[in-house]
């Protein structure tokens, strides 16, 4: 057995120069041949790669796309997130569990078939929706799964059945990403004028960051262009892991030419040579179509070589596949998994702009902000400022998913009211607005007036909508969960915090809380918001903190007073164990 | 005015809080001056006769005696506290907390190597002996606890200080070397 993945291994690990910043494709290479990567063959990587063995395992084991026990032939993995399960994935799984006769996290005897639980895959739109063998499939039904399990054992491809069309639910075009593009028409223009004077034509669009923060994009191109350095390098984040968020796959389906193109320009106007596009281990499906864009543009002479046949100007791209990390998309995180490493993020100061990919000046830019910036250098600075609001220029693509009649990707200005996007997609009887995914805020009707944009209400693009039927509390309650999962561990407040938090919401949503239990609630969630690392910590506690005021009435309803005694103490269960060891009857106790 | 009434009560654990509490030595006097005492085993009053306004607890929560007995305190004291490592956290006899109860029973009455032969040790289980229960408990575990006074035990100072504290409405200031522990 070692010795036939001895050389494999070694064949896999040279085809990238031996070079541990490919760690991520190596171990992706490793999976794809054997299905998993055990602690022997980490050792052996370890030796090939002539690092501690520790190092690799500790990236190995950060990831959920690598495996480190054998799978079966056919890995399932159910999409389990919050809309998700509104509509219907837990009856979607129970189907699989029955079919199999496994329960999640199981293989079957034979081997054929090992069943999982994933989060947000990215088509919350067209829920329940699965990965099968890395393919998706979407719009699932229970009554679904039994053709889908006897054509999988018949040896039938994933892509063959009915079930693998991703619908692309583009609802509603904008005259910013979803307008067409000449090939080459931006970037010929940006070459035509100095790098400076491309930053300053982002800086009159007043564009920023669309990935929720809102840093002003000419400001970050600017110091990243100002650093004392001769390499730069520039990352196109498309690991849009926000539950709820699908807005990059339907870009990257459909637009894949503007969003090249404006990294591309940001290349130039940053003076980077080399360009990586981060793509989420989920979209691994995209790949295909986007290396063959890459390739086309290549061959058309906008991107390699001397590019439009400046002799001044190389730039190429790669495409960095991810494997299943929330955490990957906070960008100092989402750099360290770039370069091969665990994707814990790293302290700042310094910033990726001064020390980032390969401790040099880095620029990360949202997939979304790069398209902008491309139709920016086609339409002109002036007339992207003229769109959306004063401080939130041009539009946003929005995901809208949940209890809508028409979930997709809506292109809108900023400054939309969310009363008005509610009337756009056609929602009725709204409970609440998610805005900004599991780490965003919590709207209440009362606040439906409120816009989305940078001054009122941010959101990188997830929205989501529950209806008045909805027990909002318990959608709340798989947020904290979703965040308990994908904690990366480093920091205290974030690693144990997450799960305090969890225990008491659960206690408190099983009727077992006190006024007590509330306090307490509040404490925690405020000390893991204020005292984590990263922005996923600090972002952990807001299902929890921007509801427990506005929907104060729903907690109330949860919380018994029972005269200072606890609910979360059962003194019969607590007696079992010992009247059983005892041989005690019922009558023999006093 | 009628004076505030004490109750106190030993769980699980050495009575070690009690004694540091009889530790305020001659300060004795005056507490019988400011205060009723109910319910304790200080004078061995069984059962509460009146509401209660201040209850102290020390041990853990090791049998439902315990948790029956701390439950009823709940309900007839206006405010608790609970001193002592063993009410605030179980203390040593939780140790046993890291063995399944099942095994502790079995290597204490059938298996131990002070059981005089095989085949003859028996848990006992007559209906006079409390349950023990799956682990022993920290009081705030099984009833809300209002006060916490760490210490093992607390010294008579540290206890003096937060019952006048308490019986006065003042805020309790403790000194450094009252609850430094090592």
Request: hydrophobic share 35%; net charge negative; charged share 25%.
């Given at each position: 057995?070692?010795?036939?993945?001895r050389?494999q291994i070694?064949n896999?690990?040279?085809?990238y120069?031996?070079?541990?910043g490919?760690l991520?494709n190596?171990a992706?290479?490793?999976?794809?041949e054997?299905?998993?990567?055990s602690?022997?063959?980490?050792?052996n990587l370890a030796?090939?790669?002539?690092?501690?063995?520790?190092?690799?395992?500790?990236m190995?084991?950060?990831?959920?796309?690598?495996?480190r026990?054998?799978?079966?032939?056919?890995?399932?993995?159910?999409c389990?997130a919050?809309?998700?399960?509104?509509?219907?994935?837990?009856?979607v799984?129970?189907?699989?569990?029955?079919?199999?006769g496994?329960?999640f996290?199981?293989?079957t005897?034979?081997?054929?078939?090992?069943?999982?639980?994933t989060?947000?895959i990215?088509?919350?739109d067209?829920?329940?929706s699965?990965?099968?063998?890395?393919?998706?499939?979407t719009n699932?039904?229970p009554?679904?799964?039994?053709?889908?399990?006897s054509e999988?054992k018949?040896?039938k491809?994933?892509s063959?059945?009915?079930?693998?069309?991703?619908?692309?639910?583009?609802?509603?075009?904008?005259?910013?990403?979803?307008?067409?593009l000449d090939s080459g028409?931006a970037?010929?223009?940006?070459?035509?004028?100095?790098?400076?004077e491309?930053i300053?034509e982002?800086?009159k669009?007043?564009?920023r960051?669309?990935g929720?923060?809102?840093?002003?994009?000419?400001m970050?191109?600017?110091f990243c262009r100002?650093q004392?350095s001769?390499?730069r390098?520039?990352i196109c984040?498309?690991?849009?892991g926000?539950?709820?968020?699908f807005?990059?796959?339907?870009?990257?389906t459909e637009y894949?030419?503007?969003?090249?193109?404006?990294?591309?320009?940001?290349?130039y106007?940053?003076?980077?040579?080399?360009g990586?596009?981060y793509?989420?281990?989920?979209?691994?499906?995209?790949?295909e179509?986007?290396e063959?864009?890459?390739?086309?543009?290549?061959?058309?002479?906008?991107?390699?070589?001397?590019?439009?046949?400046?002799?001044?100007?190389?730039f190429?791209i790669?495409i960095?596949?991810?494997?299943?990390?929330?955490v990957?998309g906070?960008?100092?995180?989402?750099?360290?998994?770039?370069?091969?490493?665990?994707?814990a993020?790293?302290?700042?100061?310094?910033?990726?702009?001064?020390?980032?990919y390969k401790g040099?000046?880095?620029s990360?830019?949202?997939v979304e902000t790069?398209?902008?910036?491309?139709?920016?250098l086609?339409?002109?600075?002036?007339?992207f400022?003229k769109?959306g609001?004063k401080d939130?220029t041009?539009?946003k693509?929005?995901s809208?998913?949940?209890?809508?009649?028409?979930?997709?990707v809506y292109?809108?200005?900023?400054?939309?009211?969310?009363?008005?996007?509610?009337?756009?997609v056609?929602?009725?009887?709204?409970?609440a607005?998610q805005?900004g995914?599991a780490?965003?805020k919590?709207?209440?009707p009362?606040d439906?007036?409120?816009?989305?944009?940078?001054?009122?209400?941010p959101?990188?693009g997830s929205?989501?909508?529950?209806?008045?039927?909805?027990?909002?509390l318990?959608?709340m309650?798989?947020f904290?969960?979703?965040?308990?999962e994908?904690?990366?561990?480093?920091?205290?407040?974030?690693?144990?915090?997450?799960?305090?938090?969890?225990?008491?919401?659960?206690q408190i949503?099983?009727?077992k809380?006190?006024?007590?239990?509330?306090?307490e609630?509040?404490r925690?969630?405020?000390?893991?918001k204020?005292?984590s690392?990263?922005?996923?910590?600090?972002?952990?506690?807001?299902p929890?903190l921007?509801?427990?005021y506005?929907?104060a009435?729903?907690?109330?309803?949860k919380?018994?007073e029972e005269?200072g005694k606890?609910?979360?103490?059962d003194l019969?269960?607590?007696?079992?164990?010992g009247?059983?060891?005892s041989?005690?009857?019922k009558?023999g106790?006093k | 005015?009628s004076?505030?009434v004490?109750a106190?009560?030993?769980f699980?654990?050495c009575?070690g809080?009690?004694m540091?509490?009889?530790?305020i030595d001659e300060?004795?006097?005056?507490?019988?001056e400011?205060?009723?005492?109910n319910?304790?085993p200080i004078?061995d009053?069984k059962?509460?006769t009146?509401?209660v306004?201040i209850?102290i607890i020390e041990?853990?929560?090791?049998n439902?005696e315990?948790a029956?007995?701390l439950?009823?305190?709940?309900?007839?004291?206006k405010?608790l506290?609970a001193i002592?490592?063993c009410?605030?956290t179980g203390?040593?006899?939780?140790?046993?907390?890291?063995?399944p109860?099942?095994?502790?029973?079995?290597?204490?009455?059938?298996?131990?190597?002070?059981?005089k032969?095989?085949n003859?040790?028996?848990?006992?289980?007559?209906?006079?002996?409390?349950?023990l229960?799956?682990?022993v408990?920290?009081?705030?575990?099984?009833?809300k606890?209002d006060?916490?006074?760490?210490?093992?035990p607390?010294?008579?100072d540290?206890?003096?200080n937060?019952?006048?504290?308490?019986?006065?409405?003042?805020?309790?200031?403790l000194d450094?070397?009252?609850?430094?522990y090592?």
């Amino acid at each position: 057995m070692t010795h036939h993945y001895r050389e494999q291994i070694k064949n896999i690990a040279s085809k990238y120069g031996n070079d541990r910043g490919y760690l991520m494709n190596i171990a992706h290479d490793i999976v794809n041949e054997f299905g998993y990567i055990s602690d022997e063959m980490v050792s052996n990587l370890a030796d090939v790669l002539n690092l501690p063995v520790v190092q690799v395992r500790d990236m190995i084991s950060f990831y959920a796309f690598f495996p480190r026990k054998p799978l079966g032939k056919n890995v399932i993995r159910l999409c389990n997130a919050v809309i998700e399960r509104m509509k219907g994935a837990d009856e979607v799984g129970k189907a699989f569990e029955k079919a199999l006769g496994i329960s999640f996290g199981e293989t079957t005897k034979d081997n054929l078939f090992t069943l999982l639980h994933t989060p947000c895959i990215g088509l919350s739109d067209q829920a329940p929706s699965a990965l099968i063998n890395k393919i998706p499939l979407t719009n699932l039904k229970p009554a679904d799964v039994p053709q889908i399990i006897s054509e999988l054992k018949a040896g039938k491809d994933v892509s063959d059945l009915p079930q693998a069309r991703v619908q692309l639910n583009l609802k509603k075009e904008g005259e910013v990403i979803c307008a067409p593009l000449d090939s080459g028409t931006a970037l010929r223009n940006a070459l035509n004028m100095k790098p400076e004077e491309v930053i300053g034509e982002i800086n009159k669009s007043r564009l920023r960051g669309r990935g929720g923060a809102g840093f002003p994009t000419a400001m970050k191109w600017d110091f990243c262009r100002k650093q004392k350095s001769p390499i730069r390098y520039l990352i196109c984040n498309a690991d849009e892991g926000e539950p709820g968020t699908f807005k990059d796959r339907v870009i990257l389906t459909e637009y894949p030419d503007l969003v090249f193109e404006g990294m591309t320009i940001a290349g130039y106007a940053i003076g980077a040579k080399e360009g990586i596009m981060y793509l989420r281990g989920e979209y691994a499906y995209l790949l295909e179509n986007l290396e063959k864009v890459l390739a086309k543009r290549r061959h058309l002479g906008l991107l390699g070589e001397h590019i439009c046949g400046r002799e001044d100007f190389n730039f190429d791209i790669r495409i960095q596949l991810g494997a299943g990390a929330y955490v990957c998309g906070e960008e100092s995180a989402l750099i360290e998994s770039a370069e091969g490493k665990r994707g814990a993020p790293r302290d700042r100061p310094p910033f990726p702009v001064q020390k980032g990919y390969k401790g040099e000046p880095t620029s990360v830019n949202n997939v979304e902000t790069l398209c902008c910036a491309a139709r920016i250098l086609e339409k002109g600075g002036e007339w992207f400022s003229k769109i959306g609001t004063k401080d939130s220029t041009g539009t946003k693509m929005l995901s809208v998913s949940g209890d809508c009649e028409h979930p997709g990707v809506y292109e809108v200005e900023y400054g939309i009211t969310i009363e008005n996007l509610l009337e756009l997609v056609g929602a009725k009887d709204t409970q609440a607005v998610q805005v900004g995914g599991a780490s965003g805020k919590c709207v209440a009707p009362k606040d439906f007036g409120r816009r989305i944009s940078f001054e009122d209400l941010p959101t990188g693009g997830s929205i989501m909508i529950f209806g008045k039927n909805r027990d909002l509390l318990e959608c709340m309650y798989q947020f904290v969960e979703f965040f308990v999962e994908e904690s990366c561990g480093w920091c205290v407040p974030c690693r144990a915090g997450t799960t305090l938090l969890e225990k008491k919401f659960r206690q408190i949503l099983d009727g077992k809380g006190t006024a007590q239990s509330l306090a307490e609630l509040r404490r925690i969630a405020q000390t893991v918001k204020s005292m984590s690392r990263c922005g996923l910590g600090q972002t952990s506690a807001n299902p929890v903190l921007t509801t427990i005021y506005d929907f104060a009435d729903l907690y109330a309803e949860k919380i018994k007073e029972e005269n200072g005694k606890l609910l979360t103490f059962d003194l019969q269960k607590a007696m079992k164990v010992g009247i059983e060891a005892s041989g005690r009857t019922k009558e023999g106790v006093k | 005015m009628s004076k505030p009434v004490i109750a106190t009560a030993h769980f699980t654990g050495c009575f070690g809080c009690h004694m540091s509490i009889l530790d305020i030595d001659e300060r004795i006097l005056d507490l019988v001056e400011l205060v009723e005492f109910n319910k304790s085993p200080i004078n061995d009053i069984k059962n509460f006769t009146k509401p209660v306004d201040i209850g102290i607890i020390e041990g853990g929560i090791s049998n439902d005696e315990n948790a029956e007995i701390l439950m009823e305190f709940r309900k007839h004291c206006k405010i608790l506290v609970a001193i002592g490592a063993c009410a605030l956290t179980g203390g040593v006899p939780s140790m046993r907390n890291l063995v399944p109860l099942k095994e502790c029973l079995e290597e204490a009455y059938l298996n131990g190597p002070t059981v005089k032969s095989e085949n003859t040790g028996i848990i006992p289980n007559d209906p006079d002996i409390p349950v023990l229960l799956d682990r022993v408990y920290p009081c705030h575990e099984v009833v809300k606890i209002d006060y916490f006074l760490p210490g093992c035990p607390p010294s008579a100072d540290t206890i003096w200080n937060a019952l006048v504290a308490l019986l006065k409405g003042e805020p309790l200031n403790l000194d450094y070397e009252l609850i430094k522990y090592d």
